[in-house]
């Protein structure tokens, strides 16, 4: 019997922990929503990093959709392009969207491609969807805002698989040369990629010790806690002088069971059973309309 | 044309303090004044071209215009996908600049060769491409790529090529008629117009006289200058120091087919094959018949043909 899933009415919340954490079951619930009408895969790599968007717009980040291109702005930057379901969810949360529009996302025409393009929807600092370039533009970003007086920090979110390219290493080294303490640099670290395990694939010496081997001042956390993840932000820059990485160790598909950790689910589009079974775990409204 | 380069940018960032430049680590010397004037506007970011790009792509962001510089080959080869992605992508006002396009440094051996730099660039969308012919050119066109609203692509060559005068003026986008004539057309493109005002100023003492008409701006190439070359030549002769694709022989064996106009037409410049053993430019030019030599006996072929 088809029925309605009721809307969330709510906006983010800037209150408690526990409010940040309902909200981002309820963006959970959302991301599987919008990959079951979308038709789209990516949920174990966009449910590791609700709890680190979530964290960054619940008042880190400032950013305001009335002032899109405010020049003290934060800068943030979604480096992890694929994982899109989550950041428009946030950002609809936040009042960037019309959360409505989230019913549009993967299909064709809509704003809300699979990998976010900030042609079509201005909120965006860069169009992403090909990995490794967020850091470098951040960067660019950081020695342009150096030069200008403007105050805002650059805040880049990118997944472990996306370190695989070189070119991150290029602009970590860049970043420490040029002391770009106002640089910070999110590692949603879910040892997951599209065929293999990260620390696998790079030799298992872990992020932290990568980025400070590299002049950053790194931290690893547990990228699943919003309470960690704010008390680090909080605490940037680590070091005065050097640019900030935070190792968040997540799991994908986090907040699902059977999705978390499968690496099936990088690639699956949920079925009806699937999403039925979800929205019931994860117990909070998705923000997004779906019949059922 | 490198100090021309060098030189102009300078000029250029006195004039536009939005103006920043970044280096793959490259320009030894080249760049002393600019350093001198504009300490903060200078950046090396060392041999890591795939940042550079990324870099510059985030100042452009946030207003600036960056000019980015390395060896043609790198600079288009190892950084095509940041180019793509971050400067063609996001539409920006990005200046990438190929020092050393084409067999300019053909003795560096193959590595250094930039034999697709002009056609990789203009698979970029919304990239305007040029190869200026003279260091007159380099001094017109850096300018008014700089006030473009897209990326570009400027392949500039070394120290110390000759200058030529001409009055057809120097506009990005906009083909030169540098030498009137009848029945065959000399196009070109990058420094080797040198070579082909050489062949045409020897032709014209033997009575042959071919128009030459030099398109400095690759992409876009401009359509109706082509199309009215083409309704006045029997023959058309591409001199380019390019691959055979992406290049000017390529532009204008399209738009000939688009156009329906079918002259003949001769294509001079090095084919798709390797080129080892190390030669220097003016060896290579003259040993595939691409320098005024092999020019201008192309078009005593043609002449005589046509003729009989």
């Not at chain 1, 809509?110 to 079509?120: A, T």
């Not at chain 2, 473009?148 to 005068?165: A, D, H, K, T, V």
């Not at chain 2, 029997?234 to 688009?258: M, N």
Request: charged fraction near 20%; proline fraction near 5%; glycine fraction near 12%.
């Amino acid at each position: 019997m088809a029925h309605q899933v009721e809307l969330l009415r709510r906006n983010i919340p800037t209150g408690s922990i526990a409010d940040l954490q309902r909200h981002a079951r309820s963006i959970r619930a959302t991301c599987v929503v919008m990959a079951y009408l979308g038709r789209q895969g990516h949920l174990t790599s966009a449910l590791s990093c609700v709890d680190i968007l979530v964290a960054l717009y619940s008042g880190y980040l400032r950013v305001s959709p009335d002032r899109l291109r405010d020049p003290h702005r934060d800068r943030f930057l979604f480096s992890k392009g694929h994982a899109a379901s989550a950041y428009y969810a946030v950002l609809a949360g936040a009042g960037f969207l019309p959360r409505e529009e989230l019913a549009t996302y993967g299909k064709g025409g809509s704003r809300l491609p699979s990998h976010p393009c900030r042609e079509m929807l201005p909120c965006l600092e860069i169009s992403s969807g090909s990995l490794g370039h967020g850091l470098g533009m951040g960067t660019g970003m950081v020695y342009g805002m150096d030069q200008s007086g403007n105050r805002g920090r650059v805040v880049v979110l990118m997944s472990d698989g996306e370190c695989n390219e070189g070119s991150v290493w290029e602009s970590a080294a860049f970043a420490v040369a040029q002391k770009q303490d106002r640089l910070v640099a999110i590692v949603d670290n879910n040892n997951m990629q599209a065929v293999g395990r990260t620390d696998q694939l790079m030799g298992g010496a872990s992020f932290e010790h990568k980025f400070n081997a590299f002049g950053w001042e790194a931290r690893t956390i547990d990228g699943q806690d919003i309470g960690q993840i704010l008390s680090a932000l909080n605490d940037v820059p680590f070091k005065p002088g050097r640019p900030s990485a935070i190792i968040a160790k997540t799991t994908g598909g986090a907040g699902v069971s059977f999705m978390a950790d499968n690496t099936v689910w990088h690639y699956r589009v949920p079925s009806k059973e699937d999403l039925t079974k979800a929205l019931a775990e994860l117990g909070e409204p998705p923000m997004t309309r779906v019949s059922l | 044309m490198r100090r021309a380069f060098s030189d102009s940018l300078l000029k250029l960032a006195t004039a536009d303090d939005s103006v920043i430049f970044l280096t793959g680590d490259l320009g030894f010397g080249v760049f002393d004044d600019f350093i001198a004037a504009f300490p903060k506007r200078y950046i090396n970011v060392g041999v890591a071209e795939a940042h550079l790009v990324d870099c510059a792509a985030g100042l452009a962001l946030e207003g600036w215009r960056p000019i980015v510089y390395s060896i043609a080959s790198f600079m288009t080869g190892r950084a095509y996908e940041q180019i793509r992605v971050s400067v063609g992508y996001h539409k920006l006002p990005v200046m990438i600049v190929g020092a050393g396009g084409g067999y300019l440094y053909g003795d560096s051996g193959v590595t250094h060769h930039a034999k697709e730099d002009l056609g990789l660039m203009a698979l970029v969308a919304g990239m305007t491409v040029v190869a200026p012919g003279d260091p007159n050119e380099v001094e017109h066109l850096l300018p008014q790529l700089s006030t473009l609203g897209g990326p570009s692509y400027i392949r500039i060559g070394r120290f110390g090529e000759p200058r030529f005068e001409a009055p057809a003026p120097i506009n990005v986008g906009q083909a030169r008629m540098l030498r009137d004539g009848k029945r065959i057309g000399i196009v070109t493109t990058g420094t080797v117009v040198i070579q082909a005002l050489a062949a045409v100023d020897q032709l014209a003492t033997e009575g042959i006289h071919p128009v030459l008409c030099h398109f400095h701006t690759v992409h876009p190439i401009q359509v109706d200058a082509l199309d009215h070359l083409l309704s006045r030549v029997d023959s058309i002769v591409v001199v380019e120091e390019h691959g055979l694709q992406g290049g000017l022989g390529a532009a204008v064996a399209y738009r000939c087919v688009q156009s329906g106009r079918l002259p003949h037409i001769v294509r001079l410049g090095p084919g798709d094959d390797l080129v080892l053993g190390n030669p220097k430019q003016e060896e290579l030019r003259q040993e595939l018949g691409f320098d005024a030599h092999g020019i201008a006996n192309t078009c005593r072929r043609l002449w005589d043909s046509r003729s009989a």
